[in-house]
């Protein structure tokens, strides 16, 4: 008897598509892209005794929180939307400074020094010193403390921008400028928060 | 005899389907790969509060996420907890669990740790300022206040 050679009969792979598919859903649904955003700070190290620097009252603006979420700039009260562009004048120092024009003339003008800046020559004067003081207290809402700190980075951001601008004529971002670059704008604006401890 | 058989019936050839699970499946291993399982659930509520100058935290293996909120089972109290990974973390342990994070990174990675603080707007100060003490104590001086993208209203 003669025998037939047979082939194997192939494996109906129709359905290995529908199987894929509900593996890809499943993890489709299961996927989170979403990264993690935030105000990014460096916190100063720890050291058991406070330390005290002395610091010159016209190099500090004073921003306080308390527990009624009332905000205080300077000496006086203001609202968060006027937070940042106080914040700017302060940082840019432009002013001829006058110390005996009362306080509030002392307070909106930190001191410039000579900094050696790339790209901005020698005798480029920073406000390198200057400080911005947040208080808190124990009782401030962390959503009233966020939009302060907001405001603050928003205001060296808007800053930094200007100058990259000026300077550079270009945006202030990493894509656009060169390591130095941005270094050399981060120095002359030097992000200076001070974040004081809540008070009890 | 003509070249062009006119009048032939002819049938649409079928398209060749045999690809499909391979391309499906090149799909998929992507999903896979990108995928990363949500290891802890949040015992805490945690709504974060809109900023608009938030940065991306980039890269995820250096992070740690510490949740700050009311509990959500009502057993554990009304008051702002901690949570880290699975448990509740209380303020004195803080010093310890960052620590041993911290050592459980690879060694070049250790310097570059970065705390990201997920806080509920509701939050009283009194308690992120406890937890950013206890993180200066831990050595943990990268932090991040975790918040939503917002577009600036006025510029």
């Given at each position: 008897m003669a025998r037939k050679k047979r082939k194997a009969p192939s494996i109906n792979s129709s359905s290995s598509a529908d199987l894929a598919f509900t593996l890809l859903i499943f993890f489709l649904v299961v996927t989170s892209m979403d990264t993690d955003e935030g105000l990014t700070r460096l916190l100063p190290r720890w050291t058991e005794e406070q330390t005290n620097q002395d610091i010159k009252k016209r190099n500090i603006l004073n921003v306080l929180v308390n527990a009624n979420n009332d905000l205080m700039i300077g000496d006086d009260f203001g609202k968060v939307e006027d937070l940042c562009e106080k914040a700017k004048n302060f940082i840019k120092a432009e002013g001829e400074f006058a110390g005996d024009r009362g306080p509030e003339y002392i307070q909106a003008n930190p001191e410039k020094y000579p900094e050696l800046v790339q790209y901005f020559g020698a005798d480029t004067k920073t406000p390198k010193n200057h400080v911005i003081s947040l208080q808190s207290d124990y009782g401030t809402s962390y959503e009233m403390y966020i939009k302060v700190q907001n405001e603050l980075v928003a205001a060296y951001n808007q800053l930094r921008e200007e100058l990259s601008q000026s300077k550079?004529?270009?945006?202030?971002?990493e894509e656009e400028l060169s390591k130095e670059q941005m270094q050399a704008i981060k120095d002359y604006?030097?992000?200076?928060i001070s974040e004081a401890n809540a008070k009890y | 005899m003509s070249k062009f058989n006119k009048g032939g019936k002819k049938e649409m050839p079928e398209l060749n389907t045999s690809s499909l699970p391979d391309l499906v499946f090149s799909i998929l291993f992507f999903f896979m790969c990108i995928t990363h399982m949500r290891e802890e659930t949040a015992k805490v509520l945690v709504n974060t509060p809109q900023a608009s100058e938030v940065v991306k935290l980039e890269n995820k293996s250096l992070v740690t996420t510490l949740l700050v909120g009311k509990?959500?089972?009502?057993k554990y109290g009304v008051e702002s907890l901690i949570q880290f990974n699975d448990d509740f973390l209380d303020i004195e342990n803080v010093v310890p669990k960052m620590t041993q994070q911290r050592q459980s990174m690879k060694e070049v990675d250790q310097p570059k740790m970065q705390v990201s603080m997920k806080i509920d707007?509701?939050?009283?100060m009194g308690v992120v300022t406890e937890l950013k003490t206890q993180l200066r104590k831990a050595q943990c001086l990268k932090i991040s206040y975790s918040a939503k993208k917002q577009i600036r209203r006025n510029k």
């Open positions: 550079f004529g270009k945006p202030y971002d604006y030097p992000m200076n | 509990p959500k089972d009502k707007r509701d939050t009283k």
